[in-house]
């Protein structure tokens, strides 16, 4: 069963309360939190998280794209987050980064862009609790899916079978149904969706659809 992330960043925020009860029998919700510097948009932080605190949602999955994670993880982790994801690019302690997600008692995710190749995350691999492929370049929902980033769903799933290791696999960045079936055949677990959940008639059909899927 292929596991569906819900990105708020899409969702009417006017009303968040009533955005995430469609999306409550997700498995996760995603947060995107921007910092302006890190990708070229600005979208939420902290105050979001606090808010999402006062009702009911589905355990978060926080994405950061932002300059210097490690001065907030401690917060997002008290704030409730149960997957952090971090990227590759730009964070020269990464293996700090990751150890101090994972000491602090959440599920530890490391990102590549879709110019970063597979080969980049050799080190880190033995380490993290899954592994994020963007495939669109970081900063807005409702961008066009890039094909060519999502061949490296196939070469992480293939290698967790090679070398044994247990990370998830996770995809961002342009998901929709017609293109679910196919990444979930390359080896992704969980799908993270934002235009294709929040902007269609029934987020809760979507949902039911890709839990559905099977590998
Ligand atoms: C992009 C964000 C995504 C985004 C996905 O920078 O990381 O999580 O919200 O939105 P869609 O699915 O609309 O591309
Ligand atoms: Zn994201």
């Known amino acids: 069963m292929a596991k569906i992330s819900p990105s708020i960043l899409a969702a009417d925020l006017s009303n968040l309360s009533r955005e995430v009860k469609k999306v409550i029998d997700a498995d996760l919700l995603h947060v995107d939190v921007m910092d302006g510097v890190f990708v070229p948009n600005i979208t939420f932080g902290t105050p979001i998280m606090e808010a999402l605190g006062r009702i009911d949602h589905p355990p978060l999955d926080v994405h950061l794209m932002i300059e210097d994670p490690g001065k907030f993880i401690a917060e997002y982790v008290q704030l409730g987050a149960r997957n952090l994801h971090v990227h590759v690019e730009g964070n020269p302690h990464l293996h700090r980064l990751i150890t101090s997600i994972k000491d602090l008692g959440a599920?530890?995710?490391?990102?590549?862009?879709?110019?970063?190749?597979?080969?980049?995350?050799e080190e880190i691999l033995p380490f993290v609790d899954g592994v994020l492929v963007?495939?669109?370049?970081?900063?807005f929902t409702g961008q066009k899916f890039i094909p060519r980033a999502s061949l490296k769903i196939e070469r992480l799933h293939r290698l967790r079978d090679e070398q044994g290791y247990s990370y998830e696999i996770a995809v961002d960045g342009g998901v929709s149904l017609s293109n679910a079936g196919e990444l979930v055949e390359r080896g992704a677990d969980i799908l993270i969706m934002g235009a294709a959940v929040f902007r269609t008639s029934s987020p809760s059909k979507v949902i039911a659809k890709i839990r559905e899927m099977k590998r």
């Open 107 to 121: 599920s530890a995710f490391v990102v590549i862009n879709p110019a970063t190749p597979v080969q980049a995350l």
């Open 134 to 139: 963007m495939t669109v370049n970081p900063g």
